[in-house]
């Protein structure tokens, strides 16, 4: 899978899952031109990457915490 663009690295999740829910909406208008539905797209699939690799590290830091191995609190 591509690395996602600088910009999207830099956001959080809440972020990247809200821009996610507002490029969604856009192409399900159904106005863009194919052009910008294809940018669109692929801004949506960096995003949605992103917000995976958050959920990703909240289960490892979940599981690391339930299996006692994580950072004392």
Request: proline share 5%; glycine share 6%; charged share 25%.
């Amino acid at each position: 899978m591509p690395t996602p663009p600088a910009d999207v690295q830099a956001l959080s999740y809440e972020q990247a899952r809200d821009e996610l829910v507002r490029v969604v909406a856009e192409l399900e208008q159904g106005s863009a031109t194919l052009e910008q539905a294809l940018a669109l797209w692929e801004r949506g699939e960096a995003l949605a990457a992103r917000c995976e690799e958050w959920l990703v590290g909240a289960r490892a830091r979940l599981e690391a915490a339930r299996a006692g191995t994580g950072p004392a609190a």
